[in-house]
Structures are given as structure tokens and as C-alpha cells.
DNA sequence: GCGCAAATTGCAATATTATAACATTTTATT
DNA sequence: AATAAAATGTTATAATATTGCAATTTGCGC
């Protein structure tokens, strides 16, 4: 199993423009409009691999000088991303963070470090199979789960925290 | 599989004396102190199989007319509460629900109809498993999961909502 | 029982997260 | 260019949660 970008030391621009370039093809063949606004918030959801709450994302828009915009703003431009699939909401945290493999729907689950707070996206198909399953035995008709896992990542397992 | 009692008809007080008695039993166990705040928040939390919202327990507190608690003294019971396992809380809907199973320590998963609210707590082994599995392959050591399963429960399918 | 320390609760203020309502601007299309 | 729809700006406020400190209650040793 490799290890996830996210614990290892990477060139991050590339993850950031990776997003950027997916975002535009994907809005693109949608036809869902992604402006600048929407841009600049997806960017710095994608400027490091932690959750970030929208309030921060508030605080780095109004330092690119760019204008200072309001919390409805941040939070409409984060419904769009999430209604495309670009971002996805860690409700435990009140935070947001980019969606790893945009495009295609696909069920995930997130290991939260809560000493680093870097957090990675995974999709299992175990987990979602026993989730389905555990669903259809009570006779529950699933529309949407959310598994977010707290924990210690790799490198602070390391530093023995 | 038999239909979980929040789905069925059932003697809801019985739920609500089972959760106090188990409450009592546990917290005396524990050398921990259920006071009759406490208890009366447990009860409030018990008053249905809905997550209820801090604020909402708030205004049934006052309801009652023995004292209008401040915001801080329920959120200090809830804390308590939820350290004893007694109580739940799902971060999607911040909102809290009683613990089926309180006492042994167990690894649950929500299923929350989102049509009637009613919330349903599981503890499958398989999605246990599978949750603990992917988290090793990433070598991500677990300290909690939140595993919050939102849908159809069995009542509102068949009322073809 | 009495006095002390610790735990609990009360209380006021405030922080944090999120949304409502409506005005204005921008965009796509005619 | 005119129009309608979409997006953004703006102000106010709602909903959720916490901090800090004072007052009270409780458990416990004497």
C-alpha cells in the first residue's frame, strides 16, 4: 500500500493545480459555471492537506487583497464545490477540504490526524460494502454516509506523540 | 433481524427508565457523580429516538420550570454524558442522542432517517472491522469513529415519501 | 457535625459557524 | 443593446459553543 501523497514530502503546487485543472474540466463538461470567486476559495481549500473552516478561508481571501468578501459568499462558493463534487464537508470539524478523486461519485471515509489534523480521503469498498450491508439489515435505505475516522497519522505516530 | 424498537411501536417511558437505571448503575460503578442535572439532561435526551439539539434540551429544561439553565451548565452535562457513554453526539446534525448500549465501551454507527429524524445506533462488527482494516493499510492508528449513515428508515419508505 | 478541597453549577459575556433577506452586478442569450 | 438568470455583495441575525469567574454543593477527613 503506498502511502498517501499527504504523508509524504511532495511538490504541494502540483496537488493545488491538479485540483484546479480537474475543477475546470469538470465544471467544464457540466456546465456548471466555476468563476474566479469559486476558484479562489477551491485554491485555498486545496492550499494544504488539513481541513480548513470557512472562516479561514474567509481570512485568506481578504489577505490576497482581492476583496474581502462575506460569509455568504465563502459558503455559497463552498455549496457549489460541494455540489460538484470538489469539496467535501468534515462535519466533525466544521471544515472543509478538497476532494481527492473529483468527477466520478464515489463513496469515501477520512483519517483525521488530531495532532497534525492532515486528513486523508479513502475510499474502501469493504467499508462501504459493510456499511450497505449493516444498512440493509435494518431495512434502511441509504442516501449519503459519512465515516470520519480520528486518530494519529504515520508521521506523528513517528514523533511518537 | 428484528426491527430495531425506535422503528416499531413501543412503551417509549420503559426506554427512557431503562437509559436512567442504566445511567445510575454505570455511574455509581464508576465512582461518578449523576446529579440530578445530569439526569434530568439524560432524561431530556431520552424523550425520543431524535437527536436533540443542545438548545432544544435547553428550552425542555426550562419547560419544566425547576430552573432555566444557561447554555454552558448543558453543554457541561452533555460533556459528562458523553465521557460516561451515555450519550451520543452526531456532528452532522450537532444534536445528541442516547447511547443504547452505555457501559461497554463499543464502536457504533448511526443510521438517521432524514425524513423523521429517528436515529437508530448499530454496532456491526463488519463495518468495525472493515473501518479498522483501512485504517491499517494506511497505517493510521484509530482512536474514534464517527460512522453517520443518513437515508430512509423502514416507517418513511413505506410512506413513499 | 465542622471545615476544607474539589467538583459542580450559575451567570455574563463572547466566540464561532451558518443563514436569511434583499440589493447589485455579471453573464449568457436573444 | 435588452432581457432574464445566475452570481455576488451587503447587512443583519440565527444557531451552536466556549471562556472566565463567582457561587454553591458535595465528599471526606477530622
Redesign the interface.
Known amino acids: 500500500?503506498a502511502?498517501?501523497t499527504a504523508?509524504a514530502r511532495h511538490d504541494h503546487h502540483r496537488c493545488i493545480d491538479d485540483a484546479l485543472l480537474a475543477a475546470r474540466r469538470i465544471c467544464k463538461t457540466q456546465g456548471a459555471r466555476l468563476t474566479t470567486l469559486r476558484e479562489r476559495v477551491l485554491a485555498k481549500v486545496w492550499q494544504s492537506h488539513r481541513p480548513l473552516g470557512a472562516y479561514a478561508i474567509l481570512e485568506l481571501l481578504a489577505e490576497d487583497g482581492e476583496g474581502h468578501p462575506a460569509p455568504p459568499t465563502v459558503y455559497r462558493a463552498l455549496d457549489f464545490l460541494q455540489e460538484q463534487g470538489l469539496v467535501h464537508r468534515l462535519?466533525?470539524l466544521n471544515a472543509y477540504i478538497g476532494c481527492d478523486s473529483p468527477g466520478q461519485p464515489h463513496d469515501s471515509?477520512f483519517?483525521i490526524?488530531?495532532h497534525c489534523q492532515v486528513t486523508?480521503e479513502?475510499a474502501?469498498r469493504?467499508?462501504s460494502?459493510?456499511?450497505a450491508?449493516?444498512?440493509e439489515?435494518?431495512?434502511?435505505?441509504?442516501?449519503?454516509?459519512?465515516?470520519?475516522?480520528?486518530?494519529?497519522?504515520?508521521n506523528c505516530?513517528k514523533k511518537a506523540l
Open positions: 500500500m502511502s498517501p504523508y462535519s466533525s471515509q483519517l490526524c488530531r486523508v479513502v474502501s469493504k467499508v460494502e459493510a456499511v450491508r449493516c444498512a439489515a435494518k431495512d434502511f435505505n441509504i442516501q449519503h454516509s459519512n465515516v470520519e475516522i480520528v486518530g494519529d497519522c504515520p505516530q
